[in-house]
């Protein structure tokens, strides 16, 4: 089936128009009619290849919503209609002992990504969301809650997931105390999921420049860490912190923060963090981990809490072919908090 999105067609190049193919429906596949897609820093990285491995032409996209257009033969779950989503993973073994446990996002043989995958029967690049149609295998369609701003519901599959699965894993539930470490579009997202969860949320920042938008997120504290007195006061204060800094820094600020048995969760810096002090860790038994996506259960499970608590994020509508600008403008931080595609503006062109 021919389709037409945007794509980067080398390393670090501006996005532009690409018509391109996609696979046609295999029994058990569904074809979805892409009406929005998120933007996530994540493509960003694989336009200039930052993370190594990227291949051209690419068409970036993970956070995808829309409607089914068709479906195979096997499909028994998704109707033409529907309004589905799909997020950064399209495929993986599905036999595993990670797959078995509804953790397809660590499959033993490796997840298949949304775009810049390898597509297990063919071997073809897979292609993403800035297009206006993909096709998915039905284990990987996720339905969304029909209460939900439709326009609002994209960064959910990334943003979404990645800051509720270490949330929901660790246990946070009402009364837990919850730091947040930055407040781009991972933080507001850990604080609208933490908040909505009954916890207990600090925002943690360098100044105090977020500190109105942290209060009308949701975020009951604000805590500035280059404040020596307040830092000092706060130790021992938290269950749990969700580090979302997407740049190498320095994890020994935060984790005397910690209580005992406390856990950093590090969702942001994706490389190398500055050189670590063992010395909080050792004498509060506090630990650093780090946590991706979620599963396609657990993704959907944070679809039904997003559409019972109403918690969406805080969206900017581009249109497609303001995506260059966007990408610029992301660099800066100059976003609150996620840009979101109208797919209808690629007919318009």
């Known amino acids: 089936m021919k389709t037409v999105g945007y794509a980067a067609k080398s390393e670090g190049a501006q996005l532009g128009e690409y018509t391109f193919e996609r696979r046609d429906l295999r029994d058990n596949d569904v074809e979805i009619e892409i009406l929005y897609c998120g933007v996530c820093h994540s493509d960003l990285h694989a336009v200039r290849n930052d993370w190594g491995g990227s291949r051209y032409p690419l068409v970036p996209g993970h956070e995808i919503v829309g409607k089914v257009k068709a479906i195979g033969s ?10 589905v989503a799909v997020g950064c993973m399209v495929d993986s073994c599905q036999s595993c002992k990670q797959c078995d446990n509804g ?3 660590f499959c033993q043989e490796g997840m298949v990504g949304t775009y810049a995958g390898k597509d297990r029967e063919t071997g073809e690049m897979t292609q993403g969301g800035y297009s206006k149609h993909i096709v998915v295998r039905e284990e990987f369609v996720l339905s969304v809650p029909e209460n939900l701003e439709l326009s609002r519901v994209a960064p959910l599959l990334c943003a979404g997931i990645t800051t509720y699965s270490p949330l929901h894993k660790w246990g946070v539930t009402k009364g837990s105390r919850v730091a947040v470490v930055g407040l781009g579009g991972l933080g507001h997202m850990a604080v609208k999921n933490a908040v909505a969860m009954g916890a ?10 977020k500190k ?18 307040a830092m000092k006061a706060s ?3 938290f269950d749990i912190i969700i580090d979302t800094v997407p740049v190498k820094h320095d994890l020994s600020i935060y984790t005397p923060l910690l209580d005992i048995d406390g856990t950093l969760v590090i969702v942001g810096q994706v490389g190398p963090v500055e050189e670590l002090n063992t010395v909080p860790l050792l004498m509060g038994r506090r630990r650093i981990a780090g946590s991706l996506i979620g599963g396609i259960e657990e993704t959907q499970q944070m679809l039904d809490f997003c559409g019972k608590n109403n918690v969406l994020p805080e969206c900017e509508m581009i249109n497609i072919d303001q995506i ?9 931080s100059d976003v609150r908090y996620r840009f979101v595609i109208d797919m209808a503006s690629l007919e318009a062109q």
Do not use: F, P
């Open 103 to 105: 953790e397809e996002q």
């Open 235 to 237: 130790q021992s204060a």
């Open 74 to 83: 096997a499909v028994k779950n998704y109707e033409k209609g529907d309004t």
């Open 200 to 209: 207990s949320v600090t925002v943690v920042g360098r100044s105090e420049s």
């Open 324 to 332: 260059n600008t966007a990408y610029e403008r992301m660099e800066k």
């Open 212 to 229: 109105d938008d942290a209060v009308k997120l949701g975020a009951q504290h604000y805590l500035v860490s280059t404040d020596e007195d």
